[in-house]
T-cell receptor, first 114, second 114 residues
């Protein structure tokens, strides 16, 4: 089955710096890759996603890139702010089982220091 | 607009007891999901439902059961709780089961089994 690995597990940056979180997946048939942000004590919320037919997608300070050949995708946050501090989860959706199945990475705890 | 709600917010439970976690959504979403979140393991799917009247097993279904009598409700039952079921449980829903559909998460239930 699908397996998603996420690195690093923790990331500490200074305000204004960029942050990059990387994920690899095992199932080459996966076709959808969302990223969720979870603030302390809150629910996960979708921040950006990318489909397998797209190589890059941007939304203001956030971008996601996908390399299907290498089976990895990355989240890029530019000009980081303290409110970006949270746990970020990547996920992959394999084409199996007939439902919207998401396999999540273990998460990256991002700390942005003023 | 409530979106998706869960009850209780938290619960301490003696091992061997039966417990039902409740989940209700008012978005008329067809698909619903139950995840457990454990430190270092991300979110793992327990059970899912494509539509009212149907359910399926996720990655970690043992010790849990679900039912989907109607569109709005998707309760998760622990028949005989064990300490390894101590976790934060999130219910989620999506418009349909096809890929690319955003999953919306509830606020979570923190369960401690002693």
């Amino acid at each position: 089955g699908e397996n998603v690995e996420q690195h690093p597990s923790t990331l500490s940056v200074q305000e204004g710096d960029s942050a990059v979180i990387k994920c690899t997946y095992s199932d080459s048939a996966s076709n959808y890759f969302p990223w969720y942000k979870q603030e302390l004590g809150k629910r996960p919320q979708l921040i950006i996603d990318i489909r397998s037919n797209v190589g890059e997608k941007k939304d203001q300070r956030i971008a996601v890139t996908l390399n299907k050949t290498a089976k990895h995708f990355s989240l890029h946050i530019t000009e980081t702010q303290p409110e970006d501090s949270a746990v970020y989860f990547c996920a992959a959706s394999p084409l199996s089982g007939g439902y919207n199945k998401l396999i999540f990475g273990a998460g990256t705890r991002l700390a942005v220091h003023p | 607009i409530a979106g998706i709600t869960q009850a209780p917010t938290s619960q301490i439970l003696a091992a061997g007891r039966r417990m039902t976690l409740r989940c209700t959504q008012d978005m008329r979403h067809n698909a619903m999901y139950w995840y457990r979140q454990d430190l270092g393991l991300g979110l793992r799917l327990i059970h899912y439902s494509n539509t009212a009247g149907t359910t399926g097993k996720g990655e970690v279904p043992d010790g849990y059961s679900v039912s989907r009598a109607n569109t709005d409700d998707f309760p998760l039952t622990l028949a005989s709780a064990v300490p390894s079921q101590t976790s934060v449980y999130f219910c989620a829903s999506s418009e349909s089961t096809s890929s690319y559909n955003e999953q919306f998460f509830g606020p979570g239930t923190r369960l401690t089994v002693l």
